[in-house]
């Protein structure tokens, strides 16, 4: 046993920190290293499909202060709040807009503001209570949206849309065929019993068919896996 070994687990035992190089750094610790040093991806333009109150694209833009950022939040209530948490920094873009795999217009039950992140065009949100709030959305596809705007060749594509990650790839085939997204993170149930989310394996399925494979995944949350609804982050790499 050598000298640094000792040393390194001395530290670890005395800080409680576990110590790598960062060279060494597990996939799935830190998506910015990952995307960086182990895939070789350059981070210039990144897109927010379900962003809610602007929380990820906040701390997209702590990690990659040079990157564009388009945020995507259908809920008009929820769009409001992004654009105030963003406003004053020129690279976040917010668009109150769902992303999908057609151009439509949708209506959906709203979750009230503390659970507004759950809203979703996959489920009834309403949970058998014909009085709750409702909305029409807009929905445009990602190739439409990409070619309407000139823009291209995405990063990062991170969806979080509440079971609907599916339809939002459907509606980026001909950018996938293309290769024009790099890397993308996907919002995945890790139990067969959670309804809720997207299972993890039909991503894999479907990527796979257009070369984009799994990696890693990023912020598990296993607090309710004893109920079988754990979830958590997958990414997805082209090849």
């Known amino acids: 046993m050598n000298i640094s070994y000792q040393l390194r687990k001395a530290l670890i035992n005395l800080t409680g920190y576990w110590i790598y190089k960062k060279r060494d750094l597990p996939i799935g610790v830190d998506l910015k290293e990952d995307l960086i040093n182990k895939f070789n991806i350059t981070t210039k333009l990144l897109f927010d499909v379900g962003a809610n109150y602007g929380q990820t694209a906040l701390y997209y833009r702590e990690e990659f202060p040079n ?3 388009y945020s995507f939040e259908p809920v008009k209530q929820s769009f409001d709040i992004l654009v105030k948490n963003t406003r004053k920094f ?3 873009h917010c668009f109150n807009i769902a992303l999908g795999d057609k151009k439509a217009e949708v209506e959906i039950f709203l979750h009230d ?3 507004s992140a759950c809203n979703s065009l996959k489920f009834d949100n309403s949970e ?3 009085a709750a709030p409702k909305e029409i959305v ?3 596809s990602l190739n439409d949206f990409v070619n309407e705007n000139k823009i291209g ?3 990062l594509l991170k969806i979080d849309t509440e079971g609907y990650e599916l339809e939002v790839l459907k509606g980026a085939e001909n950018l996938l065929t293309n290769k024009s997204v ?3 993170l996907c919002e995945v149930a890790l139990s067969g019993t959670n309804k809720r989310n997207t299972q993890l394996n039909d991503l894999i399925i479907y990527l796979d068919n257009l070369e984009y494979y799994f990696v890693g995944l990023y912020h598990t949350n296993i607090g309710s896996y004893k109920q079988g609804i754990a979830w958590s ?3 997805f790499i082209k090849k």
């Open 113 to 115: 503001e503390v659970f």
């Open 90 to 92: 020129q690279n976040i």
């Open 67 to 69: 990157a564009q950022i």
């Open 182 to 184: 790099n890397a993308i």
């Open 138 to 140: 807009k929905v445009t």
């Open 233 to 235: 982050n997958a990414l």
């Open 153 to 155: 060749p995405i990063d």
């Open 128 to 130: 058998g209570n014909t």
